[in-house]
């Protein structure tokens, strides 16, 4: 059983940046993919970005790619997403994921086992 926490989210403006961090509970942080997805309203959930178990391979949406950066320290069971440039059309609630398929890059919802509650990121124009 694993459990994530997200935090960090608020109020940002366009173009500022935001650090959002997810805590894992569990001895075997290693052992799972991590991602993060993002949910804005009246929208379907939606993959961001996802890194290995190992932290030695990350993929990321073509939305988000060279403005967010995902990355993980097991030592600390965290994972987190630096997001820079943001945008009005990133507003949404983002969610970290824990998927049991540690060493594959895993994108789709149904691959993963365990969910954080949610974080509002609010970017105003």
């Known amino acids: 059983q694993v459990q994530l926490v997200e935090s960090g989210g608020g109020l940002v403006q366009a173009g500022g940046s935001l650090r959002l961090s997810c805590a894992a509970s569990g001895r075997t942080f290693s052992s799972y993919a991590m991602g993060w997805f993002r949910q804005a309203p009246g929208k379907e959930r939606e993959f961001i970005t996802t890194?290995?178990?190992?932290?030695?391979?990350?993929y990321y949406a073509d939305s988000v790619k060279g403005r967010f950066t995902i990355s993980r320290d097991n030592a600390k069971n965290m994972v987190y997403l630096q997001m820079n440039s943001l945008k009005p059309d990133d507003t949404a609630v983002y969610y970290c994921?824990?998927?049991?398929?540690?060493?594959?890059?895993?994108?789709?919802?149904?691959?993963?086992?365990?969910w954080g509650q949610g974080t509002q990121v609010t970017v105003s124009s």
């Open positions: 994921g824990a998927s049991g398929r540690a060493s594959t890059i895993v994108v789709r919802i149904a691959e993963y086992d365990y």
């Open positions: 890194i290995t178990g190992s932290g030695g391979s990350r």
